[in-house]
């Protein structure tokens, strides 16, 4: 259960409801972070903006963002957005063995230089709040620096989900929980 319900359409007003209907749009519903935010239509709307770039629109390719997001959702064990994402990394060509061990919280082995890349840049900020000049040298030159600061802008939108989907603690609909604390 969550600490926070879905806002009834129909008692929204009319700045919630525009907003709503803009994720609807884009998302096909109001879920997950967007069910909190929807307190503030302002937040709400520019969140939604800031994560459709996020998802949709950086330099990375859908394998390698999806991979970042997968990454970020295990170290803050955010289970709806782990269960989200992961048919769509596997979708998107995501190595399922180096899923699965991010999933058990062990170093994976890697088969492709920018995934190591992803996962040491990923890691290393996340854990450490910062990266060292020989892992930020090595992402500028597998990745470019356009997109290392791509990178930095989904870990740091999926940050915002994280926080706000551990807070009111908003599990997956299905039940399914695979990740342990």
């Known amino acids: 259960m969550s600490r926070i319900e879905t806002l009834d359409y129909d008692t929204m007003s009319p700045e919630q409801k525009k907003i709503a209907d803009d994720i609807i749009a884009s998302r096909g519903k109001v879920v997950g972070p967007f069910i909190p935010w929807l307190r503030n239509a302002d937040l709400a709307d520019r969140s939604q903006k800031l994560g459709a770039y996020c998802r949709y629109e950086t330099s990375l390719p859908p394998r390698l963002s999806e991979l970042a997001i997968l990454i970020l959702a295990r170290e803050w064990t955010v289970q709806i957005e782990w269960n989200a994402h992961k048919p769509i990394a596997l979708e998107a060509g995501t190595d399922p063995d180096l899923i699965d061990a991010i999933a058990q919280r062990e170093t994976p082995s890697f088969k492709n230089k920018d995934e190591e890349v ?36 989904i870990l740091g939108y999926y940050s915002n989900v994280a926080m706000v989907l551990n807070t009111f603690e908003m599990l997956p609909a299905d039940g399914v929980n695979p990740l342990a604390d």
């Open 118 to 153: 992803i996962y040491k840049f990923s890691t290393e900020l996340l854990q450490n709040k910062k990266v060292s000049d020989e892992t930020y040298s090595a992402a500028v030159e597998e990745l470019s620096e356009p997109t290392v600061v791509d990178l930095v802008a």
